[in-house]
C-alpha cells in the first residue's frame, strides 16, 4: 500500500507456551480510521502494546513512515510519532490536567523547549477536547470519562501521526458514548490516523473505515466495515466466545 | 498566585541578605558561625537529595558515597597542594561521574527495589573506602593540614545551598522538573508520553551528586578529617532521608527548613545522650510518613489554608 | 578437603540466612510492601535472647518461647496501627515508615544497652563436634537444624491449614481472597505479625553464633534483600535456595578476595540478579519450564 502510514510484519508475540499474538501483518493507511476488533483475549491490546514499544515482539517487523521502530523504547516511539492511550487510564494522578497534557506537548513527536508554546498547544489542546474549565484540577478528582478525555488530549498534545485509542469508550454512558465518537471524527479531521480496539460494535460500524478482525492471536478478516461484520467467520468467532462465555 | 510567589521571593532574598550579615552580627561567636555553617552545609546536601528522592521520587538510602567521594577527594588533593576551589570543582565532577557509573545499572530498578539497590551501593563504597588503603588511609582516614577561615567556609557553604536552592527552582519550573514530576507519577505514563525516564532520573542523580559531591568538599576542610565511617557511613545516608522529608520532600523550601531542624535536634541531642536524636528522627519519621507526607510544609500549607479560611468567614462581618 | 570445609560451611550458613529472610518474604508476598525494619527485629531478637540469659540465666535456646509470641503480637500491632494507613499510598511511603521504626529500634537499644559489643558465652555456644577431621562448631549445626525445620513448619502451616491457605489466597490475589470470603485485613495483621515473629525468632538465634551491637542486622539485612530476590521476592521455598545460592558465592568468592569485602559479594550479586534476573531465580526457572 502506497499510503501506508504505519506497517507491521509478521508480528508475533509469545509468553512463555502461550502465543498471543501470532504473525499479525497490519498496514494503516493515512487518514483513516482503523477498527481492530475481536473477542476477548484476542490480543487486540497486546497488538497494541507492541505498535507503542511497550512490549518488544518476539518476531516481526514495524515501521512507520518507512522507518524502522521494531524493537525501540516508548518514549523513542511516541517521539517518532506514534502515541496511545491506556485501557485502564493512568493519569499523573497528582499533577493538574494542564501538567499532564504539557508533558506530551514538551516531550512528544515536536518537543517544545519554550514556555510559551508548551502552553499554547496545551490551551488548544484542552478546548479542543473540552477540559479547559478543569486545567487546574488535580487529574486525579476527574470522573472517569474526564480521566478517558484526559488520555486523549494528553495523547493529541505529542503531536501524533498515528493515534492508537484501546477501549476508549468502555464504562462511558450513551451521551459521553457520542461525544466520544465525535470527537474522534474531529481528531481524525485534524489529520490524525487513529486505530481503535474497540468492543462497541455499533460505533466501530459508524466511525471506522476499515476493519480488521483477530481471533486468537490470528488475523483472519480485514476489509470495509460491513463486509467485515456479516462475514461467516466474524459472526462465528463472537458467537463462539458467548458461547464459551 | 503572582503576588505568592513574588512574596515567596522576596522572603528568600530578605533571608539571604540576613545569611550575608550573619558573620558580622555574630561577630566573635564561633560556635553560631559553626551551627550557621552547618546548616547551609546540610541545607545544600538535603536540597541536593530532593532533587532525585523528591522531584524524581527516587528515594535514595545511599547518597553518603557522594558525600564521601567528595570529601575523600578533597582530602586526598589537599595533601597534594592543589587549591581549595579547584579541589571542590574535581570533588563535585568525581562524584558526578560515580554517579553515572552507578546510575545506568541501578535506574533498571524500580521505586523500592531501586531504594534497597542504594543501601547496597553506600554499604559498598564504604568498605571501598576501607580497604583501599593505600589511597584512603583505611579505617584511620585521612586528616588535611589547613582549613580557611570560618568565614571563608562559610560563604562556601552558603554559596553551595544558594546555588542548590536556586537549581531547584529552575527544575520545579523547567522541562526538566516536568519530566521528573511525571516518573514520580507514573514512569510507564511518562514513557509513552515522550518523556526518556532513564535519562531524566540520571540527569537528576547527576546534579544531585555533583551538588553533593561539592558539599562533601567542604565538610573535608571544615572537620579538617574524613573516614570511611564519618562520610560514608549509614548515617550519613540516613541524614540525607530524614532532612528532606521533615521539611517537606519535593518542596523548594522543605529540606532547607528540615536541615535547620535536622541541625538543632542533633546540636540538642549531642552533649546529652548519643543516638537519641536518630531516636527522635525515627519517631518523627514515622509521625511525618503517617500523618503529614509533606513534612513541614504541608503542616505550613494547612495552616495557610485553616487561616485564609477563617479571614473569608471574618471578611463578610468587617466590610 | 578444602572444597568440602567450604561446602559444609556453606551449608550451614545457608541454613542461617534462610532462617533470617522468610519473614521478609512472607511480608513482601501478602502485603506487598518492603520490611525495611526486618534488621530492627533481628538486632532485637537478640538483644532479648542475651538480656533473658544475663539477667534470669535462661537458656538462649529458650528465649524463642517468649520471643516468638510477643514479636508476633508487636508485629500484629505495627500492622494495625501503622503499616495498614500507608498500604494505599506509593511503595516508597511503606519503605520510609518501616525504615523509621528500624531508627527507632535500633537507637532505643543504644540507649537502653549503649553501643557496647555483646555476646553469649555459655558451654553449649562454645562447644563443637569433629566430624571426619572438620570441626564444627554445635551453635551452627543448631542454627542449620532450626532454620530448616522453619522452613518445613512454615511450609505446612502455609499448605495444610485454613489461616495459611488464607495467607496464600491473599499473597497471590488480594482482591480475589477477598470475593472468596477471606478477611484480607485479619490475615494481612497476621502474616505481618508471624513475618516479625519470625524475625525475632531469626535473632535469637544470630545471637548463638555472633557477637551484636545495635546497629547488627544491617548488613544481614542487605543479605536478606540479596536473598529474597533470588529466591523471587514471595516464595518461602525460593528463600532456601536463594539462601544457599548466596551461602555458596560468598564461601567461594571469599577465596578469591580479603575477606574483609565478603560483604560486598552480596550486594554485587543483588545488583546483578535484579538487573539480569529482575524476577528472581525462581522466576526465570518458572518462564523457562513455559
Known amino acids: 500500500m502506497p499510503d501506508s502510514v504505519l506497517r507491521g510484519r509478521g508480528l508475533t508475540k509469545r509468553f512463555g507456551g502461550l502465543t498471543a499474538v501470532s504473525d499479525v501483518d497490519i498496514d494503516v493507511v493515512r487518514g483513516e480510521i482503523l477498527g481492530l476488533i475481536g473477542p476477548n483475549g484476542a490480543g487486540k491490546s497486546t497488538l497494541f502494546r507492541l505498535i507503542s514499544g511497550v512490549m518488544k515482539p518476539s518476531a516481526g517487523t514495524i515501521e512507520l513512515l518507512g522507518k524502522p521502530m521494531t524493537g525501540k523504547s516508548p518514549n523513542a516511539i ?158 462465528d468467532a463472537y458467537l463462539g466466545s458467548a458461547a464459551h462465555a | ?168 527552582v529552575w527544575t520545579k519550573w523547567s522541562r526538566f522538573g516536568l519530566a521528573l514530576a511525571a ?137 | 578437603m578444602v572444597f568440602a570445609e567450604t561446602l559444609v560451611s556453606a551449608l550451614l550458613v545457608a541454613g542461617l540466612y534462610a532462617a533470617m529472610s522468610y519473614g521478609l518474604a512472607l511480608i513482601y508476598g501478602v502485603l506487598k510492601i518492603i520490611n525495611l525494619a526486618n534488621a530492627g527485629f533481628l538486632m532485637l531478637g537478640a538483644y532479648i535472647t542475651w538480656w533473658l540469659f544475663t539477667t534470669y540465666h535462661l537458656d538462649p535456646r529458650l528465649a524463642p518461647l517468649l520471643i516468638v509470641p510477643a514479636f508476633f503480637f508487636i508485629g500484629w500491632g505495627l500492622e494495625r496501627t501503622l503499616v495498614r494507613r500507608v498500604l494505599g499510598s506509593e511503595p516508597i511511603i511503606s519503605l520510609l515508615l518501616l525504615f523509621g521504626v528500624w531508627l527507632v529500634l535500633q537507637n532505643l537499644a543504644y540507649v537502653i544497652w549503649t553501643g557496647d559489643t555483646r555476646s553469649i558465652e555459655n558451654a553449649f555456644v562454645e562447644s563443637s563436634v569433629t566430624v571426619g577431621g572438620l570441626q564444627v562448631a554445635w551453635p551452627r549445626i543448631y542454627v542449620f537444624v532450626a532454620g530448616a525445620l522453619t522452613l518445613v513448619a512454615l511450609q505446612l502451616f502455609l499448605t495444610r491449614t485454613y489461616l495459611g491457605r488464607a495467607i496464600r489466597a491473599t499473597a497471590q490475589d488480594r482482591d ?6 477471606i478477611d484480607v485485613d485479619r490475615v494481612m495483621g497476621i502474616a505481618f505479625g508471624i513475618g516479625i515473629a519470625l524475625g525475632g525468632f531469626a535473632g535469637s538465634l544470630l545471637s548463638l553464633i555472633f557477637s551484636f551491637t545495635p546497629d547488627f542486622g544491617r548488613a544481614l ?4 534483600f540479596c536473598i529474597v530476590v533470588l529466591g523471587g521476592l514471595d516464595s518461602i521455598v525460593g528463600v532456601a535456595f536463594g539462601s544457599l545460592a548466596l551461602a555458596l558465592a560468598e564461601a567461594f568468592g571469599v577465596r578469591f578476595m580479603a575477606a574483609s569485602l565478603q560483604n560486598l559479594i552480596s550486594f554485587v550479586l543483588l545488583v546483578v540478579v535484579l538487573v539480569v534476573l529482575p524476577k528472581g531465580i525462581a522466576g526465570a526457572i518458572r518462564s523457562v519450564r513455559r
Open chain 1, 78 to 235: 511516541c517521539v517518532a510519532g506514534i502515541a496511545f492511550t491506556h485501557q485502564i487510564v493512568r493519569p499523573l494522578r497528582e499533577l493538574s490536567v494542564r501538567e499532564n497534557v504539557s508533558v506530551g506537548a514538551a516531550f512528544g513527536r515536536s518537543p517544545r523547549a519554550s514556555h510559551a508554546e508548551v502552553h499554547r498547544i496545551v490551551d488548544d489542546v484542552l478546548r479542543f477536547i473540552g477540559l479547559a474549565d478543569r486545567a487546574d484540577a488535580e487529574a486525579r478528582s476527574l470522573t472517569l470519562s474526564g480521566q478517558k478525555r484526559l488520555e486523549i488530549a494528553r495523547a493529541l498534545a505529542t503531536d501524533p501521526a498515528v493515534l492508537l485509542l484501546d477501549e476508549v469508550l468502555a464504562g462511558l454512558n450513551p451521551t459521553e458514548t457520542d461525544r466520544t465518537l465525535e470527537l474522534i471524527r474531529e481528531v481524525r479531521d485534524r489529520g490524525v490516523t487513529i486505530v481503535m480496539v474497540e468492543h462497541n460494535l455499533r460505533a466501530v460500524r459508524s466511525l471506522c473505515s476499515r476493519i480488521v478482525v483477530l481471533v486468537e492471536g490470528h488475523k483472519i478478516v480485514e476489509g470495509a466495515p460491513d463486509a467485515v461484520l456479516s462475514d461467516q467467520r466474524v459472526v
Open chain 3, 176 to 181: 480475589a481472597a477477598r470475593l472468596a470470603g
Open chain 2, 183 to 319: 516518573v514520580r507519577q507514573d514512569p510507564d505514563a511518562a514513557e509513552t508520553l515522550g518523556v526518556h525516564t532513564t535519562l531524566a532520573k540520571i540527569n537528576a542523580l547527576f546534579a544531585s551528586a555533583c551538588l553533593i559531591g561539592a558539599a562533601g568538599s567542604l565538610y573535608a576542610v571544615h572537620y579538617l578529617f574524613v573516614s570511611p565511617d564519618s562520610v560514608f557511613g549509614f548515617s550519613t545516608s540516613i541524614a540525607f532521608v530524614i532532612m528532606p522529608i521533615i521539611g517537606g520532600i519535593g518542596t523548594i523550601a522543605g529540606p532547607i527548613v528540615g536541615a535547620a531542624v535536622y541541625t538543632f535536634i542533633r546540636e540538642q541531642f549531642a552533649a546529652t545522650l548519643a543516638n537519641a536524636d536518630l531516636l527522635a528522627f525515627g519517631l518523627l519519621l514515622i509521625a511525618i510518613v503517617v500523618f503529614e507526607p509533606r513534612g513541614i510544609a504541608g503542616i505550613a500549607k494547612r495552616a495557610q489554608r485553616a487561616i485564609s479560611k477563617r479571614t473569608e468567614k471574618a471578611a463578610p462581618d468587617a466590610g
Open chain 3, 221 to 224: 539485612s542487605l543479605k536478606s
Open chain 2, 1 to 168: 498566585m503572582k503576588l505568592l510567589s513574588d512574596r515567596r521571593a522576596l522572603g528568600a532574598i530578605a533571608l539571604l541578605v540576613v545569611a550575608l550579615l550573619a558573620p558580622l552580627g555574630l561577630g566573635g561567636w564561633e560556635y553560631g558561625l559553626d551551627v550557621l555553617f552547618l546548616i547551609f552545609l546540610y541545607g545544600a546536601m538535603a536540597s541536593s537529595w530532593n532533587l532525585l528522592g523528591g522531584f524524581a521520587g527516587q528515594v535514595s538510602f545511599g547518597h553518603a558515597a557522594f558525600l564521601g567521594i567528595g570529601a575523600y577527594t578533597t582530602a586526598i588533593l589537599s595533601a597534594r597542594g592543589v587549591p581549595l576551589p579547584f579541589a571542590v570543582v574535581a570533588s563535585a565532577l568525581l562524584a558526578g561521574v560515580f554517579s553515572l557509573l552507578i546510575g545506568v545499572p541501578a535506574f533498571r530498578l524500580r521505586g523500592p527495589y531501586f531504594s534497597i539497590a542504594t543501601i547496597g551501593i553506600g554499604e559498598a563504597t564504604r568498605l571501598i573506602a576501607l580497604n583501599w588503603t593505600g589511597l584512603t588511609g583505611g579505617a584511620s582516614g585521612l586528616t588535611l593540614a589547613e582549613a580557611p577561615t570560618i568565614h571563608v567556609q562559610y560563604y562556601a557553604a552558603l554559596a553551595l545551598c544558594v546555588v542548590a536552592v536556586l537549581f531547584s
